[in-house]
């Protein structure tokens, strides 16, 4: 087999049928007799450690809502103790344990970890302070750890164009909060998504050909 560089992906072919340029031997010419198989005790362990952390989380957040409205339903405070199990759940199950791609680990945990943080602000009788300073704030790092992720691994750029475009449509969630006046402060919201266009540019300005060609291919430009 052969292998490309530019897109990571072994092919049998003179040329790569993804970006039409010519393959390399690949350096691994160890015959493999049978295939790498995972290590299913591993497995077996964070299946059973996922197993415990839902479960705790949901023993966690029914007993305190439960107490909640039986001691003091006029303020429910369980609603933290609720956002706190749903972020552990998904950090657990989905950010340490699970093997999905990087790209979604960053995602979803901007997306739970902003969640969480809405409802904490509503619950203290909404400041405001979560959708003018720390999801802005938390959708600014995001992007800028992907695109780092993609600056160092080039090769493998492909792997992480959905993400870094979707975290770039999520750059301007924060300017539309302000234009319904759910957030007040319009610099930040302005500036998170003046960061999603500028790096959007930037992409398509100093990427290479390919990736301008699957940004069309995906937006059906």
Known sequence: MKYCYHCGVSVDHVTCPLCHRKVAESIDNEVKLYPDYPDMTLKKRRTFIAK??????????????????????????????????????????????????????????????????????????????????????????????????????????????????????????PIGLYITGIATILWACAGTSLYALLTLIGMLLFSSKTFKEEFIRRFHL
């Open 52 to 173: 415990i952390v839902t479960f705790l989380s949901i023993v966690m957040a029914s007993t305190c809502f439960v107490i909640n409205l039986l001691v003091n339903p006029d303020y429910l405070w369980s609603l933290y103790v609720v956002g706190g199990a749903l972020y552990l759940f998904v950090t657990m199950n989905h950010t340490i344990l699970s093997s999905a791609h990087t790209g979604s680990k960053i995602v979803l945990q901007v997306i739970s970890l902003s969640s969480v943080l809405v409802i904490m602000d509503i619950t203290s009788v909404f400041q405001r302070w979560s959708v003018n300073f720390a999801i802005p704030l938390i959708i600014i790092m995001a992007t800028l750890l992907i695109t780092i992720i993609i600056l160092k691994k080039r090769m493998r750029w492909r792997e992480y164009v959905g993400y870094i475009l979707a975290m770039i449509g999520i750059g301007f969630v």
